[in-house]
């Protein structure tokens, strides 16, 4: 018996006498038809069925441990045998997996196979394409997600779903969209995915959230980019010290300029300065806890 098994069997001996443990979801990968059974079986019994799972290739299994009485036993493999443990004859019967569960599990184990078996992806999706209801009178940037709280909530209330996924430059992209579309069956998988999404705007722009499938979209701090890659300044209302040098070479002012009437909106004095032309140079000072940004006359 395999090392693995041998914790599985010990972890099991405490369930088989007098006591229902609650059904389970393990990974049995590279398994065979018995390995998975037996690994099934390991888990005791159970009101509810254990799910066995392969993410090798997205083989899942639903089995039923009971204690009960003990029929013409069969050999382990087959749909029905029992073992006898202490006052337990487990009983272990195969059901029906839904069609739902089974895309699921496929979907998983592109992802596993993808990762590496961390399930922890990092994905970019242009969403330059989509349009939000109640932004006007243009396509956002990421400047607008930093300071328009109504968008920031959309776009992070659509991030794990096919409207984000659809746009995704990933292979990954279809999985996602399908666990995100059945996340009842994904749950019954008690295995988490993370996905970190660098959301690209039509402007060029980005902002990073993560998604944790089944769970609330957060945006990643720290990680706003105006289109030619300058660090855009997460907004603090309390502390309004936003220190940096930004310079926007020939060919983005536009850039410059979207950058300067951010930081303006952020509540930071924005004055000239003897400075080169595309160079934006802010400064904290902490006696009276002001921030501002020089910019050349």
């Known amino acids: 018996m395999s090392s693995k098994f041998k914790v599985l069997a010990a ?3 405490m369930f088989f006498v007098g006591h229902a443990a609650h059904a389970a979801t393990v990974q049995c990968v590279n398994c065979s038809d018995a390995q998975l059974y037996n690994t099934a079986r390991t888990l005791g019994a159970s009101s509810t069925a254990h799910i066995v799972w392969d993410p090798a290739d997205g083989d899942v299994r639903r089995y039923r441990n009971y204690c009960g009485s003990a029929p013409n036993g069969t ?8 073992t006898t443990a202490a006052a337990c004859n487990l009983q272990t019967e195969e059901h029906q997996v839904t069609s739902e569960l089974v895309g699921v599990a496929s979907a998983m184990s592109q992802i596993w196979r993808h990762t590496g078996g961390t399930f922890k992806a990092d994905i970019t999706a242009e969403i330059g394409g989509i349009s939000y209801p109640s932004y006007y009178p243009r396509k956002p940037s990421a400047h607008d997600f930093q300071t328009d709280l109504q968008l920031q909530g959309e776009i992070l209330d659509l991030a794990s779903t096919e409207d984000i996924f659809g746009y995704s430059t990933s292979s990954l992209g279809t999985a996602l969209t399908f666990i995100g579309s059945h996340i009842d069956a994904f749950l019954s998988m008690k295995q988490g995915v993370f996905v970190t999404i660098r959301l690209k705007f039509l402007d060029g722009s980005s902002v990073k959230v993560l998604v944790k499938l089944g769970e609330v979209t957060t945006y990643v701090k720290n990680t ?7 660090v855009l300044p997460d907004p ?31 509540g930071v004095t924005i004055t000239n300065g ?11 000072t902490s006696t009276n806890n002001t921030t501002t940004c020089y910019i050349p006359r």
């Not at 050999?75 to 029992?82: L, R």
């Not at 706003?224 to 300058?230: E, I, K, L, Q, T």
């Not at 209302?237 to 009437?261: C, H, K, L, V």
Request: with cysteine; aromatic share 14%.
């Open 236 to 266: 603090d209302y309390g502390t309004p010290a936003y220190p940096g040098r930004w310079n926007f070479a020939p060919g983005q002012s536009s850039d410059m300029t979207q950058f300067i009437e951010y930081m303006r909106s952020l």
């Open 11 to 13: 972890f099991a001996a």
């Open 274 to 284: 003897q400075l080169p032309n595309g160079q934006v140079n802010c400064v904290w």
């Open 75 to 82: 050999s382990p493999g087959t749909k029905s045998s029992t």
């Open 224 to 230: 706003a980019r105006d289109s030619s890659g300058h």
